[in-house]
Every structure is written in C-alpha cells, then in structure tokens.
C-alpha cells in the first residue's frame, strides 16, 4: 500500500519531499533480490550497484521493457519524467507487481538555471531530491575530469610535438631510466600495434621513421572536435581563447565550453554493455585529423590517454538505486543529450533492472524529447547497442502542448501561461491533435504497441481529455487513458498501469529497426527525415558532403543516425507547428562520434552551452545553516 501522505492543493516539490521520509537503501534493494554485499553504499538512501551484468537476455528471462516518450513538447515539458515515476509507483505500491524505474541523472545547469531539476513532480518524484538533482554520486563530475584530461592531453601533445624534434620527442615519451633500458607501456604498444610494428622490439631498434610515426600524430590542431566541459550554463564559456600564458605563446587557439552532459563519454557510458567495453569506446574516441592527405583520424588511443580516462569514469559504470516516494525501486545512470546524443538512462541499467524483475515484472525508462526524436533514437541506436527492444511504447500527450499545436498562441518559460491554456478551446485541441496522431504512427513503424497516457491538468475539461482518448484510439493506440500522478502518485496512474500491463500481455514481440545499416549514410538520413518527421526532401551543405564523404572513406559508413534538431515542432524549425510535411530538410554539418559509435548531422545550429535566464532558479535556493535543510529546488 503506498505510503504517500497526500494533501490538496498540492504543495511545492520540494515541500512534499520533506513530508516524506526515505527508506533505508537496503530495504529497498531487498525487494529486488539484492544484498548487501551488492550494494556500495552513499549514505543511507542510496548505493551504487555492485552486481554482475548480464550478458545477454533471454525474453523469458527477463521483464517487460517499457518505454516511456512524447508529443512534440512545450518549452515547459509535458511530464515524461513524471509519468515514468507514476507508472513505476502504480505498478510497484498499487498493483504489487516488481517494477524498476530507470531514469537519467539530471544535469546542474537546469537545475541552477530555468527549467529546475528531473525528479519528477507533485506526488511523482524520486527521493533524496535534494542530491538527485546536485552532486549525487559524483558521476557527472568523474565524466567532466575525464572529459578535461583528454582536452589537456590534445593540447598539450600540439605543443610538444611543435617545439621538439623527433629524437627528442620520442626520448622523451619512451624515458631511458638510469640503469635500465627504454620500454614501451602496455598503453604505448597498442600505438604500436596500430602502426603495423611488433609490440615486443626493443624501443632502440626502431628505425628513425618508426621513431618518427610512432612519436608524431602530426594533429592538424583547426580539426579538434574535442571542447572542454562543465556541468553548470555559462553562456561566456560558448566561445574562449586559450594557450595565452606566455610559456605557451604562438599556440594559442579558439575553442569552447560544454555542459558536460553534451560530452562524447556520456554517451558511451550509456551505450556500454560493460567496462571493457566503455574501454573500447573511449579508446575509438576521435578528436581530430592529422595533417596528411588522407586526414588520418586521432584517436583516444593514439594520445595514450585512453586508459587513463577510463579509470576516472569506472565508478560512474555503476548505475545508481534511489526510490521514489512510495517506495518503488530507481535505478539512475547517464544523462546524455536528446539532440547530439540518444538522450537516454544506460544500457547497463536497463539490463540489470530486467534481470531483477524477473519474467512477471516491469522496467520502465525514458526517451528524451518527443517519439521524432527520443524514441526513434531509443530504438536505432539504444537498442542496437543493448541487443533489446522494447514491448511497448508509452507516449505522453497534455491538451495543452495539443494546444500549441493547433496554432495556440506561444508559452515561454518564466511568463504568464496564455489563457488560451486554461479554459476549454475544441477549437485548437481538434486542430493540434494531428500531432499525437503522428507520433502514434510514427512509433507504429517500428511494430510496437502504443499506450497513450493523457497527463491531467488541473485547468483541463473532461470533454478534452475524452476527446484525445478518442482521437488516440482511433489513430491506432492500443489504449489510452488519463493519468493524474502528479496529484495522486501511483493511484493517479493505476489506468494507465492496468492498460500497459494488457497491452503488454497481449502483444508479440515483433518489433523491427527503422533503417538498415549497411545503407548509406545519406540513405538512412533520408529514412528518418522523410518517415518521422515528414520532409520532402534533403538539402545538404557542402560541407555536409565533405564531411560524409570523409567519414564514407574512413568506413564509418555503416553506423546509425542521430540527427540533432529542434525539439519544437516535428520539423527543422521550431515555429512549425502541428505535423508539417513536404518541407525540405536541412543538413548543414555532419559529424561523427565514433566512441559512442554514431554519426550525427545536424538540421541546425545546436546549442550545447546553455546560458542563465534573467531570474535563474537560484534565485530560490538557500539553506538553513542551522540544520542543513535545503530550501528552494523543484
């Protein structure tokens, strides 16, 4: 029985978390089968997961995998993350059936800037609250140290391999220590693997050209792809100068700052079945060219950095357990971004999560974004990497995003919400709703059933939200129900939790990749822009076309998509609204992330430095230094 202790009107966030205390972490783990012994405790209310991964699956083994996506949103978010911790409530606390939450580790920048943190809302939250949405277990800051090792190690190998010879530099990174002869690290010989020299000759028997291509990765420094990161919004970090100390004069350049979760090793933590695996990936890692005329990819594992980044993030492997208010179990690993990443919680914790529920129980995640992006993404590129597909889709749908679509008048965070959005409108409402009936068959493409959950507002009618029921059902959802979580926990989604359940039952698995991946770059690009989100045709920059001709000869080819793009609209552009079509698509750049192990064009310039709003949220957040009670989060 849920142990909420619900009031009306609901009061803030962060009140409601203070008018419930956690369970300990252990008792939590217990209702999964877990022990102490596979807990790493930080504090009482979390630990990291210790436990094995599993290798691979088998669908008897395992629970019923649900994925939680959107509509195209508002700019104010339709409660994905709120529903997915509903649903786990009411799966877990309502229906007694073993339920696991996974979810993504927020990113301070929101939290400290407009949107506020990604615990949930009224009585859909995870709990502790205050330190999901801060520091946690340190992940995010392990990536940002590892991020910035590799950032210094780029600059720091221009410099030398500028200013030294080639005896010199190969002296000096193959050192002769006083009574003993030079010889290379274990990290070293896989550089010299790569060459095509034998791993175990004696460092002094290299010829001089050895010596020479072994010692000089000859970096053409105006191809580094590799910025620095932080975890906070500094707009004034989007474009920076270094190396203007005086012992580093006439090797200065322009770059920029990051937020960390836009990071490269974010992605390939959540794509990694496993840490040998994620030593793989940071080892492919590329962060620029080589001045020759093949353009040379430079690697992580050229720089001979590799290992060492690894080591600092291998902690952060671990997914984390948590709980929500009434108890049910969380996992949360990985934030990356929607746009120039997947935007998804990790494989490893997905796997583990349905290992632990075991054949009768239920794993519900998220997709970033709306189903155009998140979902899409989710499927093609999450799932190709876990081996596993999802049997069964939920899509988040509010009147008022329904609304906007329909032609409603703009909502912009920090202002008044139009009136438009408060009182009934059919008029917008039947207009906007073609966009919820593409998503639903969009998703439908990929063979997977649809649960459509209607998240309630306050200012919402029943004749709008019996409308979108219907006009979901008929688009071809499985079912459709209206969700009341935020105000009721898991109860508010018990409708929602019977439906999927059902769906889920009924089903088979039969669900299928959008795109083949031994077809062109520009021919999976092609797929997605004209199924999903309803182009006519592709228009591609030149330097578009050098890039995918670059990549095309560097056998990169074969990899999956991840266009970034608005969130906005279905489209390129955030004013389209509703479900455009027969527009032309713009491909200004193309880009590539081999780590994580997909190429993303950009539809768009894509800002991966947000900057602070006029009045941020920090405005509000304080602490009582008597006892440490922190006030002011949502």
Known sequence: MSRLRRVTPVPSDIDIVKAHSCLPIGEIASKIGLTASDLEYYGPFMAKLNTKIPASLEPKERGKYVVVCGITPTPLGEGKSTTTIGLAQAMGAWLN??????????????????????????????????????????????????????????????????????????????????????????????????????????????????????????????????NRVVDLNDRFLRKVKIGLS???????????????????????????????????????????????????????????????????????????????????????????????????????????????????????????????????????????????????????????????????????????????????????????????????????????????????????????????????????ASDAQIANHWELGGEGALDLAKSLIKVCDQSESNSRFLYDLNLTIKEKIEIIAKQIYGAGSIKYSEKAEEKIKLYEQSGYSSMPICIAKTQLSLSHDPTLKGAPSGFEFPIIDVRISVGAGFIFPMAGEILTMPGLPTRPAFYDIDINTETGEIHGLF
């Open 246 to 476: 005086p012992s580093e004069q006439g090797f200065s350049r322009e770059t920029q700052y990051d937020i960390t979760v836009a990071s490269e090793l974010m992605a390939i933590l959540s794509l990694a079945n496993n840490l040998k695996e994620a030593r793989e990936r940071i080892g492919n890692v590329v962060i620029g060219n080589a001045k020759d005329e093949k353009q040379t990819p430079i690697t992580c594992e050229d720089l001979g950095v590799a290992g060492a980044a690894t080591v600092l993030v291998k902690d952060a492997l671990k997914p984390t357990l948590i709980q929500t208010l009434e108890g049910t179990p969380v996992l949360v690993h990985c934030g990356p971004f929607a746009n120039i990443a997947h935007g998804s919680s990790s494989v490893i914790a997905d796997k583990i999560a349905l290992k632990l529920v075991g054949p009768d129980g239920f794993v519900v995640t998220e997709a970033g974004f709306g189903a155009d992006i998140g979902l899409e993404k989710f499927v093609d590129i999450k799932c190709r990497s876990s081996g596993l597909l999802p049997d069964c889709v939920v899509i988040v749908a509010t009147v008022r995003a329904l609304k906007t679509h329909g032609n409603g008048p703009p909502i912009t965070p920090g202002a008044t919400v139009p009136a438009e959005y408060l009182q009934e409108n059919m008029e917008l409402l039947e207009k906007g709703t073609v966009n919820l009936e593409t998503h639903i068959r969009n998703i439908r493409r990929f063979n997977l059933p649809v649960v459509v959950a209607i998240n309630k507002f306050s200012t919402d009618t029943l004749k709008e939200l019996d409308f979108v029921r219907e006009k979901a059902i008929a688009a071809g």
């Open 97 to 226: 059936r073993k339920c696991i939450a996974c979810i993504r580790q927020p990113s301070q920048g929101p939290t400290f800037g407009i949107k506020g943190g990604a615990a949930g809302g009224g009585y859909s939250q995870v709990i502790p609250m205050e330190s999901f949405n801060l520091h946690f277990t340190g992940d995010i800051h392990a990536i940002s140290a590892a991020h910035n090792l590799i950032a210094a190690a780029i600059d720091a190998r221009g410099l030398h391999e500028a200013t030294q010879s080639d005896k010199a530099l190969f002296n000096r990174l193959v050192p002769k220590k006083p009574g003993k002869p030079r010889v290379f690290s274990p990290i070293q010989k896989l550089r010299l693997k790569k060459l095509g020299i034998d791993v175990n000759i004696d460092p002094e028997k290299l010829t001089d050209e050895q010596k020479r291509s072994f010692a000089r990765l000859n970096i053409n420094m105006e191809t580094i792809n590799w």
